[in-house]
C-alpha cells in the first residue's frame, strides 16, 4: 500500500513537474524574445536575490515542517497540526526581521539596486510576498508530510500560472521599462494566491490528531536551526556565485549587456533544458524526505537500505540516458527554447555532468530525511567554494569555458562526497558495473542502433518531429534492454534457487 501511494504520488507529480517547467521554458522564451537575453539576465540575478531573502525569511520552511511533521507522525501521541503551527510561529519571526531589514534599507537597496526612486516602494512591498510565501511554504511541508503532495502539486500550478500571467501582462504593457517591477509583482501575486489556496485546504483536508504533541517551540527550533543553516548558506552560496558570472564575464571582454545576455542564456535556457527531465527524480526528492525520516524514526535499517540501493541504481541509469540524449541533441533543444546556437552549444558542454547533477536530487533528499544536516551544509560549502574559486579565476581567462568547469568540479566533488557518506552511513555497496558502467554501455549502444536505423530509411534526425521519433526508439530500445536484464537476472535467481534446495 505504501509503495503503490509513493508511485500514485510520484506520477502525478512528475506529470505536474513537466507540465510547469515546460511552460516556464516557453515564458522563458518569451521573455528573451521581448526584452531580448540581458534582461533575462536581470530576472535570474534578481530571482536570485530575492530567493535569498526568501530562504532567510521563511527558514526553509517545506523542508523542516515536511521532515518534522514526518517524524511526529511516526510518533505516539503525535500532532502533527501543532508541529504546523510552530513552523509559523518561527517563520512569522523571521519573516519580520527580515521585512524590518528590507523597510530600513529602502533606500539605498532600491536606488543602487532597483532602478531608482520606484525601485524604494518595490522594496518596500517585498515584506508582503515574503511573509505569504513563508507561511505557505509551512502549509505546503505539512501536506508533503502528510502524504497529499496532489495538494501542493496544484497550489504550485496555480501559483505559476498567476506569476506567469502577471509576467506577460506587464511584459507586453511596460515592456523594459519596469523589468524589477515585473518581476516583484509577479511574486507578490503568485504568493498571495498559494497562501490562500493553502489556507482554504487546512480547513478543509487537515489531519484531526488527538494527541498533544511530542516537541514544543523551543525544541522545534533546535531541531529546525540546522535545517535553516544549511538551506540559508546554500542561497547565499548561490547568490554570491550569481553575481559573480556576470562581473567575471566583463573582465573577461564581454559589455555589460553581453555578460547579461549570456547569463541569462545560460541561467534561463540551458540550465531548465538540463533540469527539466530530472521533474520525476525532484518529485520523488520530497516524498524521500517524509520516507527516509519515517524510517529513521522507526529504526527501520532495511527500510533505509531498500530505498537507499534503488534510489541510487535507478537514478544513475536514468541520469546517463539523460546526458546521453542531451548531448546528442543539446544543440537543436537549446535554439528551440530561443538560447540560439549558442544555448544549444552550452546544453551540450554541460551535459556530461548531468548524472551527477541530478545524482544530488536524491542523495540530499536521504541525507536530509535521515537528519544529516551537518554533513549536508560543510559538503555544500566545499562545492561552492570550489564552484566560486574557479569562477573568479577561469572566468576571466577563458569565458564560458570558466563556468562549464566550475560546474563540473564541483558537482562531481561535492556528488561523490554526498554518494560516500549516504554509503557509509546505510551499509549499501556500490556496484560500479550495474549501476555505471552498463547504463553507459546501452546508452551508446542503443544510440548506435536508431542511428544506424535513421540510416538505412535515409531520414534526418535534425528536425523536431524526426527528432521526437528518434528519442521515442531510442527509450524504448534502451527501457527494453533493462527489462529484460531484470527478467534473465529474476530467472537466475530463481535457477540458483531451485539447484541449491
Known amino acids: 500500500m505504501m509503495k503503490n501511494r509513493i508511485v500514485k504520488d510520484t506520477v502525478l507529480l512528475t506529470i505536474m513537474q513537466l507540465i510547469l517547467d515546460s511552460a516556464s521554458l516557453v515564458l522563458n522564451g518569451f521573455i528573451t524574445r521581448q526584452l531580448g537575453a540581458s534582461a533575462i539576465g536581470i530576472f535570474s540575478l534578481m530571482g536570485s536575490f530575492l530567493g535569498l531573502a526568501g530562504i532567510i525569511s521563511n527558514g526553509n520552511a517545506f523542508l523542516c515542517t ?13 500532532n502533527p497540526n501543532r508541529i504546523l503551527f510552530h513552523g509559523i510561529r518561527l517563520c512569522t519571526m523571521l519573516s519580520l526581521g527580515v521585512s524590518a ?107 484531526n490528531a488527538p494527541g498533544t504533541g511530542t516537541i514544543t517551540l523551543r525544541q522545534y527550533i533546535s531541531f529546525a536551526l540546522p535545517i ?66 519515517r524510517a529513521k524514526a522507526a529504526g527501520s535499517q532495511q527500510r533505509i537500505r531498500s530505498i537507499t540501493s534503488r534510489l541510487i541504481r535507478y537514478t544513475l541509469i536514468y541520469g546517463i540516458f539523460a546526458s546521453a540524449v542531451l548531448i546528442r541533441f543539446g544543440k537543436p533543444i537549446g535554439e528551440l527554447c530561443g538560447g540560439g546556437e549558442l544555448g544549444g552549444t552550452m546544453i551540450s558542454a554541460i551535459a556530461p555532468v548531468v ?92 544510440m548506435s542502433a536508431v542511428e544506424l536505423l535513421f540510416r538505412v530509411v535515409y531520414a534526418s534526425a535534425d528536425t523536431v518531429v524526426s527528432m521526437v521519433i528518434f528519442f521515442i526508439i531510442w527509450l524504448i530500445l534502451y527501457g527494453g534492454v533493462y527489462i529484460l536484464s531484470h527478467i534473465l537476472t529474476s530467472v537466475e535467481k530463481q535457477d540458483k534457487f531451485v539447484v541449491q534446495n
Open 66 to 78: 515536511s521532515r518534522l511533521i514526518s517524524e511526529e507522525l511516526g510518533k505516539t501521541n503525535g
Open 101 to 207: 531589514v528590507l523597510i530600513v534599507a529602502a533606500k539605498p537597496l532600491g536606488v543602487r539596486f532597483f532602478g531608482g526612486e520606484e525601485g524604494v516602494f518595490l522594496v518596500r512591498l517585498m515584506p508582503f510576498a515574503l511573509i505569504c510565501g513563508a507561511v505557505s511554504s509551512c502549509f505546503k511541508g505539512y501536506f508533503n508530510a502528510c502524504r497529499k503532495s496532489s495538494y501542493v502539486a496544484f497550489t504550485d500550478a496555480g501559483e505559476f500560472l498567476a506569476r506567469a500571467a502577471v509576467i506577460v501582462l506587464m511584459t507586453l504593457f511596460y515592456g523594459k521599462n519596469n523589468i524589477c517591477g515585473i518581476m516583484i509583482a509577479s511574486i507578490i501575486t503568485g504568493n498571495v494566491l498559494s497562501l490562500l489556496a493553502m489556507l482554504i485546504l487546512y480547513s478543509r483536508k487537515r489531519i
Open 355 to 446: 548524472p551527477f547533477i541530478y545524482m544530488e536530487i536524491v542523495l540530499e533528499a536521504m541525507i536530509k530525511g535521515m537528519g544529516l544536516q551537518g554533513f549536508s551544509s560543510v559538503n555544500y560549502l566545499a562545492e561552492y567554494v570550489i564552484r566560486i574559486s574557479i569562477v573568479l579565476v577561469a572566468v576571466p581567462q577563458i569565458g564560458f569555458a570558466g563556468i562549464a568547469l566550475s560546474y563540473y568540479a564541483s558537482n562531481i566533488f561535492g556528488n561523490i562526497m554526498r554518494l560516500v557518506k549516504l554509503l557509509r552511513y546505510t551499509g549499501v555497496r556500490f556496484r560500479v558495473f550495474s549501476m555505471v558502467i552498463s547504463p553507459v554501455m546501452y546508452a551508446f549502444f542503443t
Open 228 to 293: 535553516m543553516g544549511g538551506g540559508i548558506l546554500t542561497s547565499v552560496l548561490s547568490s554570491t556565485n550569481d553575481a559573480l558570472v556576470p562581473f567575471c564575464l566583463k573582465q573577461y571582454g564581454d559589455s555589460t549587456e553581453q555578460a547579461l545576455a549570456l547569463f541569462g542564456i545560460f541561467e534561463a535556457i540551458v540550465i531548465p533544458a538540463i533540469f527539466f527531465p530530472s521533474v520525476v527524480l525532484c518529485s520523488l526528492s520530497g516524498i524521500v524526505v517524509t520516507e527516509s525520516a
